[in-house]
Structure formats: structure tokens, C-alpha cells
């Protein structure tokens, strides 16, 4: 595994970054062997050590909050597997109509596949499919695609409830599903569109890049050439993990270490079918 790479490899990502970077501690030690009179910045080194803990504690915190997130979506998506096939058995055993069954069914894979379009670029309709309680054109006219499935869900619910065909108890145990639906969803929505403070990143950044154009100065004295590998190294374990936070902060993409919301949806939609249909 170690020496496998990944198209989310870091090492990709940064490649002409630590080349350009190699170059340059390679011309800045050039010229400190052709002026040894150059060597103003030999004792800098333990400044470098005192900023690297400092980096190292911001890092772990940058890290820690993008993993928080990345955590929280991950538990939101695992309830809401439970919660599908708990709202898909209740109908079942509630109601049990052929017809009415399958349009629940259709409905909450539907609204499953809207909800993981809506948290990255948008619900694609064409993705959704016929047959459900809701009405595709009217949705694709709707600027909250899984807020009018679940809408339509509980207009149903309300009708079976008016008809007789479930009780007051069981009309609530279907809203607490549906309740749940719309927690869910709004929970992804805070992970999604709620960033990590614009500043605090942008400082961090600098100081990475603030430290790591120093640390040849500090290095080549006692390292001579040397310093090209140690160097470029610490700027790619830095630059990593930065790098690893941003991807990691926004959960529900494509990415390689993004929640596989794909295949939770599709799970969903496999379970829900064999329970209603």
C-alpha cells in the first residue's frame, strides 16, 4: 500500500510544487557554498523547531475539525439507512397496498438520490425516477427537491391517516421517520455549506509557506546539499496534511476518501425495494 498511489494521492497534487520547490533550495544552497560569507541564517534552525511545534498543533486542530466533519456526515448517513428501512417496514405492515408500496418505494430512493445530488452541485432530476409520489416536472421546477418528496411522503401519510387506514399512534411513529429525514438532511447541509473560518485557513497557509521558504536557510549550513531532500520532504508532510484537511471538510464530493454516498444511496434503494416491492 505504501507505494501505491491513488488519483487523491497528495503526492500527485503537489508533485510540480516540490519540484519547483527542490529547485529552488537547490540554487539557495548553490549560492551559500559560493558565498560562504552568506551564512546569516545558520542559527535560525532552532526558531524553526520552536514554529514547527506551533505548525504542528495548528495542523492537528485543522485536521481534527475536518475529520469532525467528515465523522458527523458519516454517522448521518448511516442513521438514515436505518431510518429508511424502518419508514419502509412501518408502511409495509401499516398499510400494505401493492400500488401504494411501490410509490413509497420510488419515493424514498428518490429522495435518497436528491439528497446526495443536493450536497454536492445541485439534484439532477434525470436521476430520479418515475412512478413515486412526487410529480418529476413539477420538481424539476422545485429549488428543494428532497423537501417536496418528503413533503409528498406526508401528504400521503395524512391521507391514510384521513381514510382510516392507520391511527393516530401509527401516524406518528411515520412522522418521527419522516422527521428524521428532514434532521438528517439538514444536518449534511451544516457540514456542507458551513466552511472552516476563512482567516484561520488563509493564516495557516501562510505560515506553512512562510516556514517551509525559510527552513533551506536554517538547514544548509550543516546539511549542505542535503537540505533539497529534507526540505522538500518537510514541505510535502505539511502541504499533505493541509491538503488532506480541505478534501476530507467537504464529505459528500467524489473524492477518494469522500463518503461513498453512491453506494449508501443504491444500499438504500436495494433494501427499501425488497421490503415494499
Known amino acids: 500500500m505504501i507505494f501505491q498511489f491513488h488519483k487523491s494521492d497528495t503526492l500527485r497534487q ?27 541564517f545558520s542559527k535560525t534552525i532552532t526558531i524553526h523547531s520552536l514554529l514547527g511545534f506551533v505548525i504542528g498543533l495548528l495542523l492537528v486542530f485543522r485536521t481534527n475539525t475536518a475529520y469532525d466533519k467528515w465523522w458527523e456526515g ?20 401499516y398499510v400494505d397496498d401493492k ?49 417536496m418528496i418528503v413533503l409528498k411522503m406526508h401528504e400521503k401519510v395524512q391521507e391514510y391517516h384521513r381514510d382510516g387506514k392507520i391511527n393516530g399512534e401509527q401516524l406518528i411513529n411515520l412522522n418521527k421517520d419522516l422527521e428524521s429525514f428532514m434532521n438528517i438532511l439538514g444536518a449534511c447541509e451544516r457540514i456542507r455549506f458551513t466552511p ?8 495557516l497557509k501562510k505560515f506553512i509557506f512562510t516556514y517551509t521558504l525559510t527552513l533551506p536557510l536554517g538547514l544548509s549550513y550543516d546539511f549542505n546539499y542535503w537540505t533539497v531532500p529534507i526540505a522538500t520532504f518537510v514541505l510535502y508532510i505539511f ?39
Request: aromatic share 12%; net charge negative.
Open 14 to 40: 503537489m508533485i510540480w510544487v516540490l519540484l519547483l520547490f527542490a529547485a529552488y533550495t537547490t540554487v539557495l544552497v548553490w549560492a551559500e557554498n559560493q558565498f560562504p560569507d552568506m551564512h546569516y
Open 74 to 93: 458519516r454517522i448521518h448517513w448511516g442513521a438514515l439507512v436505518n431510518y429508511t428501512r424502518s419508514f419502509a417496514m412501518k408502511i409495509k405492515a
Open 99 to 147: 400500488e401504494d408500496d411501490k410509490e413509497f418505494a420510488v419515493s424514498i430512493s428518490n429522495f435518497v438520490i436528491a439528497l446526495k445530488e443536493h450536497l454536492r452541485e445541485g439534484t439532477k432530476i434525470e436521476e430520479l425516477a418515475d412512478g413515486g409520489l412526487e410529480d418529476i416536472e413539477k420538481l424539476k421546477q422545485a429549488e428543494h427537491a428532497p423537501n
Open 196 to 203: 472552516i473560518p476563512y482567516s484561520y485557513i488563509m493564516f
Open 239 to 277: 502541504g499533505s496534511l493541509e491538503l488532506l484537511a480541505e478534501e476530507i471538510e467537504e464529505p459528500f464530493g467524489l473524492d477518494n476518501n469522500d463518503i461513498s454516498t453512491n453506494e449508501l444511496s443504491e444500499k438504500i434503494k436495494k433494501n427499501v425495494y425488497e421490503i415494499l416491492v
